[in-house]
C-alpha cells in the first residue's frame, strides 16, 4: 500500500513533467548559469583556484534543487492538489516518498549533464572514481532533497514560501554540502583520496537515514493544518 | 467502516485571535443534503476542513459514526469525497489522466469507472485533451466526478454550482439528490442561496464561524434568511 | 516558578556583581594576557546556547506531537535565547581570535558551528514571524530539524578545519581559573533560567490575554 501510493505519485508527477518538460529545463538551465556566474567569480588567467570545481558542482546542485522543489510544489499547491493527495486513504508519509523520490530523480538526471559540464569547463578529473562520484552525488542528493522536500511541502500554506524555502534549508543542509564538496574534491586530487571520498559518503549516508526517518516522521503533523 | 451519522461537538478553531469556527455542534445523517449558507468569511470553507480531517480544530470533538477524527485511520478518508473552491485537478494532465490517478490512488480500478466518470460529466469526447484548456464549468464538472470517483459517504462540496450553467446546475442537482437517496450525507457550502433553495433539505445559517440557524428547509425560507443576514 | 523568581533574581543579580571580581582574581594567562578573560564570558554562552537549542527542539516535537500550547510558548522562548546568547558567544569569539590568530574571522570549526547554529534559529525566528498562520507548526519543524542537525554540523565542520583551542582547553585550566570559570558558567545558566521564565510568563499572558478577546467576541 505504501510502496504502491509512493510510485502512483511518483509516476503522476513524471507524466506530468514528461509532457511539459519545464521544471528539467528550467533547473538545468539555471544550473548551468550558476556554473557560468561562479566560473568568473573564481577563474584566474584562464585557470580556475584550486577545489573550485567541487564547490561549483555542489553550488549549482543546491541553487537549482531549490528551483526545483518550489516548482514541483508550486504545481501541487495551484489547484490544492496537495490536500487532494492528503486526503487519499493512504498513509500520509506515502505522499511525501513519493514527492522525495520525484526530486531526486529530477536533480540526479539534470546531475548527469551537470557533472560533464563542470568536468569539461574546469578540467576536473571527476570520471577517475566514477562509482564514489556517483555514490556522492546519490546521497548528497537525497540528503538535500529530503530536507527539501519536507520544508518545500510544508511552506505550501504559506504566503512567504519562496524566500522561505531557501532560507530554512541551507543552514540546515550546510553538512550536506561540506560533506559533497570534500568528499568530491578528495577524488579530484591529482591521487584520488579514496578513504576521504569514503569518509564524507559515510557521512551523507547517515545524514540521509537521520533526516529521511525525521521526515517521515514528523510529515503528518506537520501537514494537518 | 461507514458510518451513517456525522456529529460535531463545540468545535472551535482560532488561528491567534482570529476566530474562524466557534462552539460550532451539528449533526448530520445519511440521506441528509445539508446547505451551508452564509457570507464570505462565515468559516464554512474551514468547517469543510475539519470535517474532511484536513485542518485539525483547536477544541471539541468530529465522529464519524463511532469514530473521532484524531484518530482518523487512511480507511476513514476513504469514505470522504471533497471537492473545494479549488478544483484538486492536474491542469497539465488530461481528464482522463486526472480521473485514473485519483482512482488508482483510492484503490479502485478499472477504465469503466473512468469512463463512466467522464460520460457523467460531459467530457466523453473531450478526455484526452489536457485539463488547462477547459472552461471553468467544464473543470468544475469534471473535479464533481473526480470528487465522487470512489462513492464517498460523505461528500463535502464548496460552492460546487460556481461556473455552471443552469442545465449543468439541473444535473448537478439530480447528481446529489440520488447520491443522498443512495445513503450518503452531502453538505454543501454556498453564498447563493437561489442555487440551493429546492435542492437542500436541511440549512444551516453560518455567520462569523457560527450556526446561527439549523432547521429543516421548507419553500419561503429565502427572504427570512436573507434578512437574517442582513440583519444580523 | 512564580515564587522563586524574586530570589532568582537576586542571585543571579549578586552573582553578575561578583563575577569581575573572581575573573580579575583569576591566575593571568601568560600567552594571550587580559584577552584571555574573555573565555569567562564566551564558553558560558555557548554552554547556554546549546542547552536552549536542546529545550526548543524537544518542547517543539512535544508541540508538534502531542499538540501542547504550554510548549510552544516554552520552545519560542528557548528559540529567542539561543539567538541572543550565539549572538554573545559570535561577538566574544572574534575579540579573541584578533588576538590569538591575528584577524577577526577565521572559519575555525567551532565559531562556524556557531554561526550556522545561530542561522537555523534566526531562521525559526523569521518563519514564525513571517510564515503566516499555523506558522507555529513550520518552525517547530524547523527546531527538530535544527537540533537533530547538531551532530552534523558538529562532524563536518569539524574535520572540515580545526584552528579552535580544543575542548581539552577546559581541564587543563590552572586550578585557580576553575573557580572562575565554573563561577560563570552557573550564573549565565541561572540567568538564562530567568530570561526563560520571564519570556514563557509573557507569551502564557498573552495566549490569556488571546482568550480573552475570544470570549469577549462571544458575549
Known amino acids: 500500500m505504501f510502496a504502491r501510493v509512493a510510485l502512483l505519485v511518483l509516476k503522476k508527477d513524471f507524466a506530468i513533467e514528461v509532457k511539459s518538460r519545464e521544471i528539467l529545463y528550467t533547473t538545468l538551465f539555471f544550473a548551468v548559469s550558476c556554473v557560468l556566474v561562479f566560473a568568473f567569480a573564481l577563474v584566474r588567467d584562464g585557470r580556475a583556484i584550486d577545489d573550485a570545481a567541487a564547490g561549483i558542482l555542489w553550488i549549482a546542485i543546491a541553487f537549482a534543487g531549490t528551483l526545483a522543489l518550489g516548482r514541483t510544489f508550486e504545481r501541487e499547491r495551484y489547484g490544492e492538489t496537495l490536500r487532494a493527495l492528503l486526503l487519499a486513504p493512504a498513509p500520509r508519509p506515502a505522499i511525501y516518498v513519493g514527492k522525495l523520490l520525484g526530486i531526486v530523480v529530477?536533480?540526479?538526471?539534470?546531475?548527469?549533464?551537470?557533472?560533464?559540464?563542470?568536468?569539461?569547463?574546469?578540467?576536473?578529473?571527476?570520471?577517475?572514481?566514477?562509482?564514489?562520484?556517483?555514490?556522492?552525488?546519490?546521497?548528497?542528493?537525497?540528503?538535500?532533497?529530503s530536507v527539501g522536500t519536507l520544508f518545500a511541502a510544508m511552506l505550501v500554506r504559506s504566503r512567504t514560501r519562496d524566500v522561505m524555502l531557501p532560507i530554512l534549508l541551507y543552514p540546515i543542509t550546510v553538512p550536506v554540502i561540506i560533506a559533497g564538496v570534500r568528499g568530491t574534491s578528495a577524488l579530484l586530487q591529482p591521487v584520488p583520496d579514496e578513504p576521504a571520498a569514503a569518509m564524507w559518503m559515510a557521512l551523507l549516508v547517515c545524514f540521509d537515514v537521520v533526516f529521511v526517518t525525521l521526515a517521515l516522521w514528523t510529515f503528518e503533523p506537520l501537514m494537518t493544518e | 467502516m461507514d458510518f451513517d451519522v456525522i456529529t460535531l461537538t463545540d468545535v472551535s478553531r482560532h488561528f491567534g485571535r482570529r476566530r474562524a469556527l466557534g462552539r460550532v455542534s451539528l449533526t448530520a445523517r445519511s440521506g441528509d443534503i445539508v446547505g451551508l449558507l452564509g457570507p464570505n468569511g462565515a468559516g464554512k470553507s474551514t468547517l469543510i476542513g475539519v470535517l474532511a480531517t484536513l485542518v485539525a480544530p483547536t477544541s471539541g470533538d468530529v465522529r464519524y459514526g463511532s469514530q473521532t477524527s484524531r484518530q482518523a485511520p487512511p480507511a476513514l478518508r476513504g469514505r470522504i469525497g471533497l471537492l473545494a473552491h479549488d478544483l484538486h485537478l492536474y491542469p497539465e494532465l488530461s481528464a482522463r489522466q486526472n480521473l485514473a490517478f485519483f482512482a488508482q490512488l483510492y484503490g479502485i480500478d478499472g477504465r469503466e469507472i473512468v469512463d463512466a466518470a467522464l460520460a457523467s460529466a460531459g467530457l466523453a469526447d473531450r478526455g484526452d485533451d489536457a485539463v488547462s484548456g477547459f472552461s471553468r464549468g467544464m473543470r468544475q464538472r469534471l473535479a464533481?466526478?473526480?470528487?465522487?470517483?470512489?462513492?464517498?459517504?460523505?461528500?463535502?462540496?464548496?460552492?460546487?454550482?460556481?461556473?455552471?450553467?443552469?442545465?449543468?446546475?439541473?444535473?448537478?442537482?439530480?447528481?446529489?439528490?440520488?447520491?443522498?437517496?443512495?445513503?450518503?450525507?452531502?453538505?454543501?457550502?454556498?453564498?447563493?442561496?437561489?442555487?440551493?433553495?429546492?435542492?437542500?433539505?436541511?440549512?444551516?445559517?453560518?455567520?462569523?464561524?457560527?450556526?446561527?440557524?439549523?432547521?429543516?428547509?421548507?419553500?419561503?425560507?429565502?427572504?427570512?434568511?436573507?434578512?437574517?443576514?442582513?440583519?444580523? | 516558578m512564580k515564587k522563586?523568581?524574586?530570589?532568582?533574581?537576586?542571585?543571579?543579580?549578586?552573582?553578575?556583581?561578583?563575577?569581575?571580581?573572581?575573573?580579575?582574581?583569576?591566575?593571568?594567562?601568560?600567552?594571550?594576557?587580559?584577552?584571555?578573560?574573555?573565555?569567562?564570558?564566551?564558553?558560558?554562552?555557548?554552554?547556554?546556547?546549546?542547552?536552549?537549542?536542546?529545550?526548543?527542539?524537544?518542547?517543539?516535537?512535544?508541540?508538534?506531537?502531542?499538540?501542547?500550547?504550554?510548549?510552544?510558548?516554552?520552545?519560542?522562548?528557548?528559540?529567542?535565547?539561543?539567538?541572543?546568547?550565539?549572538?554573545?558567544?559570535?561577538?566574544?569569539?572574534?575579540?579573541?581570535?584578533?588576538?590569538?590568530?591575528?584577524?577577526?574571522?577565521?572559519?575555525?570549526?567551532?565559531?562556524?558551528?556557531?554561526?550556522?547554529?545561530?542561522?537555523?534559529?534566526?531562521?525559526?525566528?523569521?518563519?514564525?514571524?513571517?510564515?503566516?498562520?499555523?506558522?507555529?507548526?513550520?518552525?517547530?519543524?524547523?527546531?527538530?530539524?535544527?537540533?537533530?542537525?547538531?551532530?552534523?554540523?558538529?562532524?563536518?565542520?569539524?574535520?572540515?578545519?580545526?584552528?579552535?583551542?580544543?575542548?581539552?582547553?577546559?581541564?587543563?585550566?590552572?586550578?585557580?581559573?576553575?573557580?572562575?570559570?565554573?563561577?560563570?558558567?552557573l550564573a549565565f545558566m541561572l540567568l538564562f533560567v530567568l530570561l526563560l521564565t520571564l519570556r514563557v510568563r509573557l507569551e502564557h499572558q498573552r495566549a490569556a490575554l488571546d482568550e480573552l478577546y475570544l470570549a469577549e467576541e462571544d458575549l
Open chain 1, 106 to 145: 529530477l536533480l540526479l538526471l539534470a546531475e548527469t549533464i551537470l557533472v560533464p559540464l563542470v568536468a569539461l569547463l574546469f578540467q576536473a578529473a571527476f570520471f577517475a572514481r566514477p562509482w564514489l562520484l556517483a555514490g556522492l552525488l546519490v546521497a548528497g542528493t537525497i540528503g538535500f532533497a
Open chain 2, 144 to 232: 464533481l466526478e473526480r470528487a465522487l470517483l470512489h462513492r464517498p459517504r460523505l461528500v463535502l462540496l464548496d460552492e460546487p454550482f460556481t461556473g455552471l450553467d443552469d442545465h449543468a446546475v439541473d444535473l448537478v442537482a439530480g447528481r446529489l439528490r440520488r447520491l443522498a437517496a443512495e445513503g450518503a450525507i452531502v453538505l454543501l457550502a454556498t453564498h447563493d442561496l437561489d442555487l440551493a433553495d429546492g435542492l437542500v433539505t436541511r440549512v444551516m445559517l453560518m455567520r462569523e464561524g457560527r450556526i446561527i440557524a439549523d432547521e429543516a428547509a421548507a419553500p419561503g425560507l429565502r427572504a427570512r434568511y436573507r434578512a437574517m443576514i442582513g440583519a444580523a
Open chain 3, 4 to 185: 522563586l523568581f524574586t530570589p532568582l533574581l537576586l542571585i543571579v543579580a549578586a552573582m553578575f556583581a561578583y563575577a569581575p571580581v573572581m575573573i580579575a582574581n583569576a591566575p593571568y594567562e601568560s600567552s594571550m594576557g587580559l584577552v584571555q578573560k574573555i573565555f569567562y564570558f564566551h564558553v558560558p554562552s555557548w554552554f547556554v546556547m546549546f542547552t536552549a537549542v536542546f529545550i526548543c527542539g524537544i518542547q517543539s516535537a512535544n508541540f508538534l506531537f502531542r499538540r501542547k500550547p504550554s510548549a510552544d510558548r516554552i520552545a519560542v522562548a528557548a528559540g529567542e535565547l539561543v539567538v541572543l546568547f550565539g549572538l554573545l558567544g559570535l561577538v566574544t569569539g572574534p575579540l579573541w581570535g584578533r588576538k590569538a590568530w591575528g584577524v577577526w574571522w577565521q572559519w575555525d570549526a567551532r565559531l562556524t558551528m556557531a554561526l550556522l547554529l545561530e542561522l537555523i534559529f534566526i531562521g525559526y525566528l523569521l518563519v514564525r514571524k513571517y510564515g503566516g498562520p499555523g506558522s507555529e507548526k513550520l518552525a517547530a519543524a524547523m527546531a527538530i530539524f535544527g537540533m537533530a542537525n547538531v551532530p552534523f554540523v558538529y562532524v563536518s565542520v569539524n574535520i572540515w578545519r580545526t584552528v579552535h583551542p580544543k575542548t581539552t582547553v577546559v581541564p587543563s585550566l590552572v586550578p585557580g581559573m576553575f573557580g572562575a570559570f565554573w563561577f560563570s558558567v
